[in-house]
């Protein structure tokens, strides 16, 4: 059972990497589940970032909604997300006389993931954006001061679009929050927590119908004429993910229900995944353990222009594999992606401890001593053979990669080109830190035509059956590659644009 508790346990790992701020569980919505089944016009499988704008802006329509969620609180991913949204052509920009537009935005979409998202579904998130963006704002929304920016932890918009509020994710479910308690006092919303949506109901033509869903224990039945799917994806499901991605997950930080259960509901009923091959890692932080998948436990600065690199970066078999001051952060993650288990060790020696800036985000030399000494990610010893021995690196190719960066600190010259070069590696005791890449979004997801309906292998949509958020893939908003913003704002905006689009009466079946 996922409680409470550990959605607050992961939060405070995610603050200590600075990923987002611990989770004050103050927005949970209680709901009664109400007494008839039926029949809505809308249900919504998922209160999160995709599902609460589907449901305030269908209810506007005058729409009767069924938000169901697997959890004991609305929000979804937005308790730990960042929340950083990217969007082009705001009224904030434009007060700001940034001159941007969806355009821009879409070219830099498909510039800094290479063409690998997909253009249709691209297009309609980066329309949506700033409409989205701008609503946020009318609500309450306030981003951090000096926003937009043009990026941080991802590859650099080439404009200033990047927006994201104090308390990251959670700034956004506030305003969510308050507007869905708002439609809600028109009673035209129904909202049922601690509720799993297990299947879908269709008619004999093969038109959805309506879900089936457990409470306590027992099961419900509610009928409606259109269903959403927006119940996230699946990384904190290890074995789906190595299903899906063909990768382990190594990091355990997602949503505790972001479990893959949309993407099994579609395939029930002959819906198709999309964005196999699509996995990339980041560019890892230090876990909790050993173990697979682990917690996040801290983060090591690797951006050079934020601190310039003075030790090395190896993989299991002791060799470099990137430049460490390469300053693409896309470059340096397609360089981990083919590594055995997207793992590398920092290694440092004593001098380096002594007298480089602490690597390790928001920690002293102290901490790093301290860590050395007692966690088991952190290697300390006497020789590099017995280092590589304690943190499970191949000893000759440690030793000879050593020897051959020495030689490039004394020439000047680094085969793999990297230009700061400080110091040589050779003051005993030596030191390694185990840093692992891993992923928290999603890859693959449900195939949606432009209109975001559900479709078949065929391209036929499945009746009543639509998708939003990342039940569609991160890959297909994000390609290949990290793109700013591009989860959370197309989960918001294409949420929003189906509460106010979706038709509401009988062409629901046209
Ligand atoms: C730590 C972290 C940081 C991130 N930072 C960013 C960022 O800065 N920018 C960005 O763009 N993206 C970011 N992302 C990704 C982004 O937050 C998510 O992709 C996005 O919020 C997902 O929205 P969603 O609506 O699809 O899913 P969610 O918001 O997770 O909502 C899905 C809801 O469905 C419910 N549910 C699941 N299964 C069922 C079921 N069977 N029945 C009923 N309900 C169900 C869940 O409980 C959940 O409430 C981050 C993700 C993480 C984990």
């Known amino acids: 059972m996922i409680d409470r508790r550990t959605l607050l346990t992961r939060s405070a790992a995610l603050a200590a990497l600075g990923l ?52 004991p609180v609305i929000g979804g991913t937005l308790h730990l997300s960042t929340g950083q949204m990217s969007a082009g052509g705001t009224r904030l920009q434009k007060s700001l006389g940034i001159v941007d537009s969806a355009d821009a935005h879409f070219d830099d979409v498909m510039r800094i993931s290479q063409g690998s998202a997909n ?57 969510l929050t308050r507007e869905l308690e708002a439609e809600r006092a028109s009673g035209r919303i129904d909202l049922v927590l601690d509720s799993p949506v297990t299947a879908l109901l269709r008619s004999d033509a093969g038109a959805i119908e309506g879900v089936r869903a457990t409470q306590a224990g027992s099961e419900r039945v509610y009928r409606g004429r259109q269903v959403l799917l927006a119940s996230g994806g699946y990384a904190s499901n290890p074995a789906f993910w190595e299903e899906l991605d063909g990768y382990r997950q190594h990091a355990n930080a997602a949503y505790p229900f972001s479990r893959g259960d949309g993407l099994r509901l579609a395939r029930s009923v002959g819906g198709y995944l999309r964005g196999r091959s699509m996995y990339l890692t980041s560019f890892g932080a230090i876990l909790a353990d050993e173990s697979s998948p682990a917690a996040l436990y801290a983060g090591f600065e690797t951006w050079p222009d934020r601190r310039a690199p003075w030790e090395i970066y190896v993989n299991v078999r002791g060799e470099r594999f990137v430049r460490e001051d390469e300053p693409s952060v896309h470059q340096r993650e397609l360089a981990l992606l083919p590594q055995p288990e997207q793992r590398f060790w920092i290694v440092f020696d004593e001098h380096m401890l002594a007298t480089a800036p602490p690597g390790v985000k928001n920690w002293s030399r102290e901490d790093i001593r301290e860590a050395l000494a007692t966690q088991n990610v952190f290697y300390t010893a006497p020789t590099l053979a017995a280092l590589a021995q304690r943190a499970g690196i191949d000893a000759q190719g440690l030793e000879y990669t050593v020897r051959r960066y020495n030689e490039a600190v004394a020439s000047g010259r680094d085969p793999w080109g990297r230009e700061h070069l400080p110091a040589p590696i050779g003051q005993a005791p030596y030191h390694a830190i185990r840093m692992q890449g891993f992923a928290i979004t999603s890859n693959v997801g449900i195939a949606v035509d432009a209109r975001l309906r559900v479709i078949d292998v065929r391209g036929n949509p499945v009746p009543g059956l639509y998708a939003a958020g990342e039940a569609l893939g991160h890959s297909q908003t994000s390609g290949k590659a990290y793109v700013g913003g591009m989860s959370v704002t197309p989960a918001l905006s294409l949420g929003r644009l189906l509460g106010q689009t979706l038709p509401l009466d009988a062409e629901a079946r046209a």
């Open 20 to 71: 987002s701020q611990p989770l004050i569980a103050r927005t949970s919505t209680t709901a009664r589940a109400p007494a008839a089944g039926g029949p809505y016009d809308l249900i919504i499988v998922g209160a999160g970032t995709a599902g609460l704008p589907a449901a305030i802006f269908a209810s506007r329509r005058g729409a009767r909604v069924l938000l169901l969620d697997a959890a």
């Open 119 to 175: 253009p249709e579904i691209v297009r309609l998130a980066v329309d949506q954006a700033a409409p989205t963006v701008d609503w946020l704002m009318d609500c309450g929304f306030r981003p951090m001061p000096g926003h937009p920016v043009m990026g941080l932890g991802h590859e650099f918009y080439s404009e200033r679009r990047y927006y994201w509020g104090e308390n990251g994710g959670r700034s956004i479910l506030e305003v």
